[in-house]
């Protein structure tokens, strides 16, 4: 199974597509989302990516506000309500054909995850794929629109059952049979103890349930390790949230990655690809030297004259195994047979050498 996001293949078989989250990181401003875009581009991301939403359009003012016991989880921290907050998040829609030419510019993928209708239609003639947060994985219409596009669509499953995330897998792929699947855990207060509920053997779960997908994690912790655990899982898209500082105020500075640390988990996930490698068993072009020094063959245990008959006790087994020379897995074949020449003390054994 494999996908294409523009000219880029996406699968098993290729190299793992790094999305940098951008999200809320341009703190409203158009020349800072533009940097961004180049800062990623020069850590190694493949894809620099925004969010469209519109606040009356995906929060309630009124819900959270009555909410009981106020803000909760990452919003806890936030100095102002979570309207004003998405409010100031948002990025225009007059932004998007800007931030599409600066990606071209950069030569980095241009993507959007749009939490409307309304934005659905409007950026998508500049989308290459879709990407949908894991708070949307039960509005059903919503998948089902941004799947009728015919693009790839990439689905975050943070905060999600099973169950959900099959019901969204289903609706997404009676339309459109091209999707990635994310692991992914939603928990944005960049605390160490995440790391206990990152859960990458769900991945193992996806592959089995649904072998026709391409899995990826969607991740918000600051080490490699959740990124290299997933490759090694098979998961070929990694989503990660982008700053240029973390200590910039604003709501997803805290748990983004910046340019340093985006380029160190780039440079070991592609040590990891090369070390992945094949399925098949084989001795390796660089091991062809060390299998002579380190294994064994079979040689003589004493000074051995022409028609001997050997015996176990004749035959020692030793290192190197000379090339051409009888394995030790071959013993049993040896004792019983007669020597045709004389051979000194650690002689390797060759078949050429040995007769009935």
């Known amino acids: 199974m494999e996908i294409k996001i523009n000219n880029r293949l996406i699968g098993l078989d290729h190299p793992t597509y790094f999305i940098a989250d951008i999200a809320a990181n341009h703190d409203g401003d158009l020349e800072r989302a533009k940097l961004?875009?180049?800062?990623?581009?020069?850590?190694?991301?493949n894809a620099a990516k925004f969010q469209n939403f519109q606040a009356?359009?995906?929060?309630?003012?009124?819900?959270?506000?009555?909410?009981?016991?106020?803000?909760?989880?990452?919003?806890?921290?936030?100095?102002?309500?979570?309207?004003?907050?998405?409010?100031?998040?948002?990025?225009?829609?007059?932004?998007?054909?800007?931030?599409?030419?600066?990606?071209?510019?950069?030569?980095?993928?241009?993507?959007?995850?749009?939490?409307?209708?309304e934005s659905i239609e409007a950026v998508d003639p500049y989308l290459p794929a879709y990407k949908i947060g894991s708070g949307e994985i039960d509005w059903i219409e919503s998948l089902e629109l941004m799947a009728s596009k015919g693009k790839p669509v990439l689905l975050a499953t943070g905060a999600s059952t099973l169950g959900e995330v099959q019901q969204a897998v289903h609706a997404i792929l009676k339309i459109n049979k091209q999707l990635v699947l994310m692991q992914c855990n939603t928990n944005y207060t960049a605390s160490p103890e995440n790391y206990d509920y990152i859960n990458l053997n769900v991945l193992k779960t996806y592959a089995t349930l649904f072998p026709d997908v391409i899995l990826g994690l969607s991740d918000h912790t600051h080490g490699n390790a959740t990124v290299l655990g997933a490759v090694a899982l098979g998961a070929r898209v990694i989503e990660r949230h982008f700053t240029d500082n973390?200590?910039?105020?604003?709501?997803?500075?805290?748990?983004?990655?910046?340019?340093?640390?985006?380029?160190?988990?780039?440079?070991?996930?592609?040590?990891?690809?090369?070390?992945?490698?094949?399925?098949d068993k084989f001795i390796t072009g660089n091991e062809l030297?060390?299998?002579?020094?380190?294994r064994r063959c079979l040689r003589a245990a004493r000074d051995i004259k022409a028609g001997e008959v050997f015996t176990r006790e004749m035959i020692a087994v030793l290192r190197p195994a000379t090339p051409g020379a009888i394995k030790p897995d071959h013993i049993q074949n040896v004792v019983g047979a007669k020597a045709l020449t004389d051979m000194p003390l650690g002689k390797e054994l060759r078949w050429t050498d040995l007769g009935e």
């Open 289 to 294: 030297d060390t299998q002579i020094v380190q």
């Open 246 to 279: 973390n200590n910039r105020e604003g709501p997803d500075h805290k748990f983004a990655m910046n340019p340093e640390s985006w380029a160190h988990m780039v440079a070991e996930t592609r040590l990891l690809e090369r070390a992945l490698g094949s399925t």
């Open 56 to 117: 009356p359009k995906i929060v309630s003012d009124y819900g959270f506000k009555a909410m009981s016991g106020g803000q909760v989880s990452h919003q806890a921290t936030w100095k102002k309500s979570v309207f004003q907050v998405y409010s100031e998040a948002s990025i225009p829609l007059t932004w998007t054909t800007t931030l599409v030419e600066e990606c071209h510019e950069a030569g980095i993928d241009y993507f959007t995850s749009p939490y409307d209708f």
């Open 36 to 45: 961004l875009i180049h800062l990623a581009k020069e850590a190694g991301a």
